[in-house]
């Protein structure tokens, strides 16, 4: 990072914006430049209530001077809606972003607090925030913190609004809200609502309502960007000969006339690469072609991502592409509409959740671990995928099948809830481990709801992974937690956030807790536990974590091998099933006072000498015992293993044991156990 000298003054002047110099490709421009803006969107001085992505109250303050501002020695640039000092410090913050940006040197980072940003030069709808080679951007400050990781991106929204004139009146507004052009090497945007973009000029400005992107490298994560138009390409974003990443970013409710929510696109020397990586594309509209993506020229992956709701005038309601490289993986596609209105009948039209069109300079076609459901178009058999090009559509679920593929499912996936657009999975979703963990990349750790992206070893089909994580489970199986959890009072969310951050990467087990063998081992304390819960299992876990832990509670006091062992009517009912022998204790056998430790699970381990050289590795002399019950329940009975060992025949034959036997000191059958079937002692 480059870092300012002391003595020296920092001062960059802002005066170049956009440059479309660049020529239109091929694509035509639609004829309809009506502009219909979705959602209201903030304006400067205004108190507002961001509904549309559930983000709490923000207060807007003025913009404060944007004279020219010098910076010394930082770092990092502090900004502050409204404030007018120096950015050194959130004590001393600028007040206009734009000014950040330009004064920031190479290799610093802008930090953003909460409010509602617009771009420098009211009333000039050239006005953009242009983003600058090696800068990064971050929002989602309260304004107090010391490093990055502490901001809090929900709790304190940070909005780059296109609203530059008349308050809700979208014609005045900016024509692009962000834009980026010629930057080489990086730009960084991370953590903020873009919004009230309008690229409505003809035949110039009328690309990427929201975000503009040429000839650059930019990467983009968590981002809501909403409510943006374009009257041509690219009603959310627009990227033009660039490198652009997408993660963790909601495309919401914009619209373009191709491509409502992106349009990429690149001249014929350098082809654009898009990535997305687990991002939603929700309820874009466009008038003509992908209603969610248009890619041209491109290389695009949609990696870990949703595509739902989103209705094209043309085809290809969630993506169209031509002259395209796609990768597409982990994918979720449901109820995107392709209302091919030019030729609804032509065969090649529709593909309401995807249509794949030619493929770029010889490439490539991958389509794998995606989940298409619920897409509509004119022609049934077209609403899910059109390809008019061989690729690898492979390992897909696709409603009505695919046939020009392999291991192609047919099934209802079961999602949470496709008609509000939860398309997380149930626990009974064919989806569930159908995936094929080599189409993932290494580097997708997580789905799109930050669960882990392979659970139970395969992967799961579409962009969300099926997790049923309890953390009262999570904390009762790794006790080492438990203090943390108790003294953050008792938070389950501690339990979660631990596993999310550390322990899934450590390796930690979710679910080895017993709560049934808890409960039941509470019998030699009278069976509180057992009354209390019976077959309430996370009643049972909760009371573990909350109170059994401290308490010293026995876990495994109740052998539920030996249990069954004990009894030849159980043998019978339950054979090898310690799961129903440990139930039946509870509801029945402690009631009907049975002893569960009639079998001497200890005499039947000393009576063969085969089991004691088979269980020494085994230290713990207590799951010694307990690995001879489950021989015996398993194997031993089948056998016609018997109890042969007497501890008092032992003790007659090692007459130098009694007086210690006496004493209390030792248990023969242990001994031996232990000590003396290695001695080569006699039983007998």
């Known amino acids: 990072m480059l870092l300012i000298d002391d003595s020296s003054t920092i001062l960059y002047d802002n005066s170049s914006f956009l440059d479309r110099s660049e020529p239109e490709t091929q694509e035509p421009e639609t004829q309809d430049s009506e502009i219909n803006p979705i959602i209201t969107t903030p304006t400067v001085g205004q108190a507002i209530n961001f509904t549309a992505t559930q983000i709490s109250n923000v ?24 404030a007018g000092g120096s950015g050194t410090s959130w004590a001393d913050p600028l007040g206009d972003l734009q000014t950040a940006i330009s004064i920031a040197p190479f290799g610093s980072e802008i930090w953003v607090s909460t409010g509602v940003y617009v771009p420098s030069g009211i009333g000039d709808r050239n006005a953009t925030f242009t983003l600058k080679d090696g800068i990064e951007i971050y929002g989602g400050f309260g304004g107090f913190e010391t490093e990055r990781r502490q901001r809090n991106v929900g709790a304190y929204a940070t909005f780059l609004s296109g609203d530059i004139g008349v308050g809700g009146n979208t014609s005045d507004n900016s024509y692009h809200v962000v834009s980026a052009t010629n930057a080489p090497n990086y730009a960084i ?42 009257r041509d390409r690219g009603g959310a974003v627009y990227s033009n000969s660039s490198v652009a990443q997408f993660t963790n970013v909601v495309f919401l409710a914009n619209s373009g006339g191709v491509g409502g929510a992106m349009f990429t696109d690149a001249n014929n020397n350098t082809p654009g690469t898009v990535t997305l990586i687990n991002s939603t594309v929700s309820q874009n509209t466009s008038r003509s072609d992908g209603g969610g993506i248009r890619a041209f020229r491109t290389v695009l992956s949609s990696i870990g991502s949703v595509f739902e709701r989103n209705v094209s005038g043309g085809n290809g309601g969630g993506i169209f592409t031509t002259a395209t490289n796609a990768n597409i993986i982990n994918s979720t596609f449901s109820n995107n509409v392709a209302q091919s209105n030019v030729d609804p009948t032509n065969p090649n039209s529709g593909g309401g959740g995807i249509r794949l069109g030619s493929i770029l300079n010889r490439g490539f076609v991958v389509v794998s671990n995606n989940i298409f459901w619920g897409n509509q178009a004119p022609l049934p058999q077209n609403s899910q995928i059109i390809s008019q090009i061989t690729g690898q559509i492979n390992n897909n679920l696709v409603q009505g099948g695919y046939a020009d593929g392999s291991s192609n499912l047919d099934a209802d996936p079961v999602f949470v809830d496709a008609a509000s657009g939860n398309l997380a999975l149930q626990g009974n979703s064919p989806a569930i481990n159908r995936g094929n963990n080599g189409a993932v990349p290494t580097t997708l750790i997580n789905d799109i709801v930050g669960n882990p992206r392979i659970s139970g070893g395969v992967i799961d089909l579409g962009a969300y992974e099926f997790f049923a994580f309890e953390p009262i489970s999570y904390g009762a199986s790794n006790v080492d937690l438990i203090p943390f959890y108790i003294n953050s009072g008792y938070d389950l969310a501690v339990l979660t956030n631990h596993y999310l951050t550390a322990g899934r990467f450590e390796g930690r087990p979710t679910d080895t807790f017993d709560e049934f063998r808890y409960t039941a081992s509470s019998y030699v304390t009278g069976g509180d536990l057992i009354n209390a819960f019976q ?33 030849d009517d159980l043998l019978g009912a339950f054979g090898p099933n310690i799961a129903a022998g440990t139930q039946h204790f509870i509801t029945s056998g402690f009631y009907e006072n049975r002893n569960p430790n009639l079998f001497s699970s200890d005499r039947y381990l000393a009576s063969y000498i085969d089991l004691i050289s088979a269980f020494a590795p085994i230290t713990n002399y207590a799951a010694k015992i307990e690995t001879a019950s489950n021989h015996y329940l398993l194997a031993g009975r089948g056998e016609g293993r018997q109890i042969t060992f007497d501890p008092n025949a032992y003790l007659n034959a090692n007459q130098d044991l009694i007086p210690f036997a006496q004493a209390g000191q030792i248990d023969p059958t242990q001994h031996y156990i232990l000590f003396g079937a290695a001695e080569g002692r006699p039983t007998a």
């Open 59 to 82: 207060e807007v303050l003025p913009l404060a001077t944007t004279n020219n501002i010098s910076i010394q020695g930082s770092p990092i640039i502090y900004v502050r809606q409204g």
């Open 189 to 230: 945007l991370d953590g903020f609502t873009i919004t009230g973009g309008n690229a409505s000029q003809q035949n110039t400005n009328d690309d990427g309502g929201g975000i503009f992107i040429q000839n650059s490298n930019v990467s983009f994560a968590n981002l809501v960007i909403t409510a943006n138009n374009a």
């Open 535 to 567: 077959l309430n299992g996370a009643g049972a876990t909760l009371h573990y974590i909350n109170n059994g832990f401290v308490e010293n509670r026995p876990t495994t006091a109740f052998d539920p091998a030996r249990y069954l062992n004990s009894y």
